[in-house]
Nanobody, 116 residues
Framework: QVQLVESGGGLVQAGGSLGLSCLVS????????MAWYRQVAGKQRELVAV???????NYADSVKGRFTISADNTKNTVYLQMNSLKAEDTAVYYC??????????WGQGTLVTVSS
């Protein structure tokens, strides 16, 4: 069965940068979209960025201009490059995959802590 393997979380100072990776482990016939979500304790999980099969991307207003989502299809990996990080970006970040419109898979989550 397919799994999402995340990496790249950690501690970074405000104003710094951090890159997250999500490896799709196992074959999937058709991926509709990949996305990154984040969640702070006591808050709802928030969509951060999404990249669709056609290559189009969308971002939450709070991260536009600072975060970039991209995918390397040959490596079955999606990335989230985070620049100009703020303390408010501190959260657990989750990778998400929608395949064939019916199969949904979540990563285990990776903690990003931005120190001010």
């Amino acid at each position: 069965q397919v799994q999402l393997v995340e990496s790249g979380g950690g501690l970074v100072q405000a104003g710094g940068s951090l890159g997250l990776s999500c490896l799709v482990s196992g074959s999937v016939r058709s991926i509709d979209r990949m996305a990154w979500y984040r969640q702070v304790a006591g808050k709802q999980r928030e969509l951060v960025a999404v990249i669709k099969s056609g290559g189009s991307t969308n971002y939450a207003d709070s991260v536009k201009g600072r975060f970039t989502i991209s995918a390397d299809n040959t490596k079955n990996t999606v990335y989230l490059q985070m620049n100009s990080l703020k303390a408010e970006d501190t959260a657990v970040y989750y990778c998400y995959m929608l395949a064939g419109r019916y199969l949904e898979v979540w990563g285990q989550g990776t903690l990003v802590t931005v120190s001010s």
